[in-house]
């Protein structure tokens, strides 16, 4: 696949209407074969560029003289057209707008985590909005796997229903030394339980994934991904985050809008309290 003859690209079936019903339900569904094998061998190849040329906001969260390499990146799609092609113009688009049931989508950022095999570095138990200058219900995250993933190679892990608790959580720091953990202090939000010592109290949802499948989760579903256990599999993974209808931006201090990384990737960022995000740094992507 090349991204001149590939674009756009249309759902290669609609989402169900009971896969919504236990998204809005559990805060997580995997949605089975919804993305074609153009589209996996293209972002393949696009990840691996990325890993040899990491971008200015990138982080290595595996120390250095360790086994594997946890890499994280964000907003790769302002530097990379493959990555931009894959947030605008794949499937993934009218795929949050048929679950959130939103009239117009704003594409918010894309992160990439790749975990390559012997990787010891968890990512924690954590909810995305505390990290996140927005707030709405009408805001979703779509996990992308690159790779065969399952719980000994990573795969992304949740509990069903945690979502409904009603309860916003101070964000968990995914790696030492990212600068991270003195922005998100100022939040003052309550210190998450520590739910691996509790992990029986909970249902936990997981799912053994092949490229073509997807997990949406809410962004106020806990979850949490281990380290890559496997010898040989690699867990190249993508999230992709969508704004719908009620989102608007939450000038709360303490999101990673304040990190410098952050900042020098958007300029222009000037949203007051209650605004739309819509600019060139968070363009719309629904109704094509």
């Known amino acids: 696949m090349n991204i001149s003859n590939a674009l756009p690209s249309a759902l290669s079936r609609p989402i169900r209407q009971d896969e919504i019903e236990t998204y809005r339900k559990d805060g997580a569904a995997v949605l089975r074969g919804v993305l074609d094998q153009g589209w996996i061998d293209l972002m393949r190849s696009a990840i691996d560029r990325i890993l040899v040329n990491p971008g200015d906001a990138s982080i290595e969260y595996t120390p250095e003289g360790e086994k594997g390499r946890y890499y994280g990146d964000f907003f790769v799609w302002m530097r990379d057209p493959n990555f931009r092609a894959f947030m605008m113009d794949s499937p993934m688009p009218e795929l949050a707008a048929q679950v959130m049931g939103s009239q117009t989508l704003q594409f918010f950022y894309d992160q990439l985590l790749v975990k390559e095999p012997g990787t010891k570095e968890p990512t924690p138990w954590h909810q995305d909005l505390p990290y996140w200058p927005v707030r709405g219900d009408d805001i979703l995250s779509i996990w992308v796997p690159f790779d065969p993933a399952a719980e000994e190679s990573g795969i992304v892990v949740y509990i069903a229903g945690s979502h409904k608790w009603g309860k916003m959580y101070a964000p968990a720091t995914f790696g030492k030394n990212t600068g991270f953990a003195d922005i998100y202090a100022k939040m003052g939000l309550e210190p998450l339980p520590d739910i691996e010592a509790e992990r029986d109290k909970h249902e936990i949802l997981t799912w053994e994934l092949e490229p073509g499948d997807v997990i949406i989760h809410h962004p106020l579903t806990l979850h949490y991904a281990s380290g890559n256990q496997s010898p040989t599999g690699r867990r190249r993974g993508l999230a992709l985050r969508y704004l719908g209808d009620d989102a ?32 060139d740094a968070f363009p719309r992507v629904w109704p094509r």
């Open 248 to 279: 608007v931006f939450d000038a709360r201090p303490g999101t990673f809008i304040d990190n410098p990384k952050v900042k020098a990737l958007l300029p222009a960022f000037s949203f007051k309290d209650g605004d739309k995000l819509t600019s």
